[in-house]
């Protein structure tokens, strides 16, 4: 009995300390808080929902509604001016619209990725993601050993070499599209295009033939989903996975991770036999990938990991994007078909009834690339970045002490009509050759350093299959679908651009 009430004594008293520790940590941290609070607070900004959490949970009531978070940015700019703070936690957010500022922050290699985000993509709910890959590296070093290397696969003279790929993966997208003229059955754009777009990364980055238009059952297309959105809930929402509910959803996307990096294995061990039997392999990303590990002195055994890193980088970084451009471009020339009918009179006096389109052609199309990037002005598909600002700075007349996040949006820019006349209205001739370039608020590839590395590759993929659709095909939009955006972290058409195919009315392209 003695013995039971000593130790039962112990335990009150191991309580009590441990709750004595506890609450001093809690009021420690409340006051961190309500120092950061009062470090930042002179900035203008909307006001905090909850002491803790700050605005957080204004964003997940966005998300939860399934509206584009970058809407509430723009509306917050248009009040609080073109450098506003945020909140959650102990950290501070500034979201910055200024041109001077976004100039300055984004071209200089001084302000490093934010750590706070691009870490959080290290892994997906315990399954290691990106990693340390050329996207999510913030470690200056680190990533400009990579970019170096990754350089020549993205060089011009690399990427003349790709129009054959590019033409051979759109044609078979436009042997697709003639079925579905002909049993006259409607169509999910979106979905074709991401068959497309990957398609052409898997078989120009690493030599994989996947030919999804023709093998429905792939688990990519539907992996690379699962991830992305995946990535949007573990980024913006850190109590995720903490709610039974979501667990099956979690456990999905670890599954869809392990997936992609297994298939990366695979083919970086495929690619590896085949340089040690010193077989003739192509100067493409994946040897650029196996490269960087083999000069990453640091790496040590992590090698491995490293490599299937950049895999998965340029897996997801090298197809999403723009076959959500690809999707958004069909919407908006199915929306305005004076546009179309511009766009496809320039396609006919450019490449004709031909069908391999050079790369010469290309440069030739001057008002699709207008339509292009009119395309990513209204739907930057990677709409946003972030930079860590370590001294302390002004913006705007308003001293920024150092510490913070900057965040910036070629979303919220894009659609201010002091950067963007009548800003909601898809005007291609904004971007016409003799007009005035936009100054630092318009960089859906983002700018400076970090910039994407396969942006010209990107512009050449898209405009080889919108030359192809314009030359070959009519298509109507599918009445009552919304044109909404649903937001995923990158941005896509909302209800997949259902739209009826037609053949034009002309005799067959040159083969
Ligand atoms: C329309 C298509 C595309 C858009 C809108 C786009 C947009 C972007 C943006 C905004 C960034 C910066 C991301 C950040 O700051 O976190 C980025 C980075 C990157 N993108 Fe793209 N991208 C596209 C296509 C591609 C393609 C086709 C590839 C590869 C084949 C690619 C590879 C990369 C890489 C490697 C980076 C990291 C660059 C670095 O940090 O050095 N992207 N992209």
């Not at 070093?141 to 011009?156: G, H, L, N």
Request: proline share 5%; glycine share 6%.
């Amino acid at each position: 009995m003695a013995v039971f009430s000593l130790i039962f004594g112990c335990a009150c008293h191991a309580l009590w300390y441990l709750f004595f520790i506890v609450l001093v940590a809690f009021l420690g941290y409340s006051l961190y808080i309500k120092h950061i609070h009062m470090k930042y607070d002179h900035i203008p900004g909307p006001p905090r929902n909850s002491f803790f959490f700050g605005h957080t949970p204004t964003f997940l009531r966005e998300m939860k509604a399934e509206r584009v978070v970058h809407e509430k940015l723009l509306e917050w700019a248009q009040t609080y001016g073109p450098v506003y703070r945020l909140n959650g936690l102990h950290h501070a957010m500034i979201v910055v619209s200024c041109p001077e500022a976004t100039k300055e922050i984004l071209m200089s290699p001084k302000y490093p990725k934010d750590k706070f985000a691009y870490k959080r993509l290290f892994h997906l709910f315990g399954q290691r993601f990106l990693g340390n890959g050329m996207v999510t590296a913030v470690n200056h070093e680190q990533w400009y050993k990579q970019r170096r290397i990754m350089d020549p696969a993205f060089s011009s003279l690399y990427l003349r070499g790709l129009m054959s790929t590019f033409n051979e993966r759109a044609e078979r997208l436009m042997d697709k599209l003639a079925d579905f003229a002909d049993c006259k059955k409607e169509t999910c754009m979106l979905h074709l295009v991401n068959c497309v777009t990957l398609d052409v990364i898997a078989k120009v980055a690493f030599g994989v033939d996947l030919d999804l238009l023709k093998h429905t059952d792939s688990p990519f297309p539907k992996a690379i989903e699962v991830c992305l959105e995946g990535m949007m809930y573990h980024v913006r929402d850190a109590f995720f996975q903490l709610i039974p509910k979501n667990w099956p959803f979690v456990n999905e996307v670890r599954q869809a991770c392990k997936l992609l990096r297994d298939t990366g294995y695979r083919w970086i061990q495929a690619r590896k036999t085949a340089i040690q039997h010193g077989e003739e392999v192509p100067k493409d990303i994946l040897t650029q990938i196996i490269k960087s590990a083999d000069k990453e002195e640091s790496m040590g055994k992590d090698d491995e990991e490293f490599m299937l890193d950049n895999f998965v980088t340029f897996f997801i970084a090298g197809q999403e994007t723009t076959a959500n451009q690809l999707a958004f471009c069909i919407m908006e020339l199915g929306r305005h078909p004076d546009i179309l009918e511009k766009a496809r009179k320039e396609v006919d006096d450019v490449i004709g009834m031909k069908q391999e389109i050079s790369y010469d052609d290309l440069g030739k199309l001057v008002y699709l690339s207008q339509v292009l990037k009119e395309t990513l002005r209204l739907y930057p598909t990677a709409p946003g970045t972030s930079r860590e600002v370590h001294e302390d700075m002004v913006i705007n007349g308003i001293h920024i002490p150092g510490g913070v996040t900057c965040a910036f949006s070629s979303y919220v820019t894009s659609r201010m009509d002091k950067f963007f006349k009548d800003p909601l209205t898809f005007d291609p001739d904004r971007f016409h050759p003799d007009a005035p370039k936009p100054y630092y608020c318009y960089y859906p590839f983002s700018l400076g350093p970090r910039s994407c590395l396969g942006q010209n590759f990107a512009q050449m993929e898209a405009k080889v299959v919108m030359a192809k659709l314009l030359q070959r095909f009519e298509f109507n939009l599918v009445p009552g679908q919304s044109f909404d955006i649903r937001d995923v972290g990158t941005l896509r058409p909302k209800d997949g651009v259902m739209s009826h195919i037609k053949h034009r009315n002309h005799s067959k392209v040159n083969e």
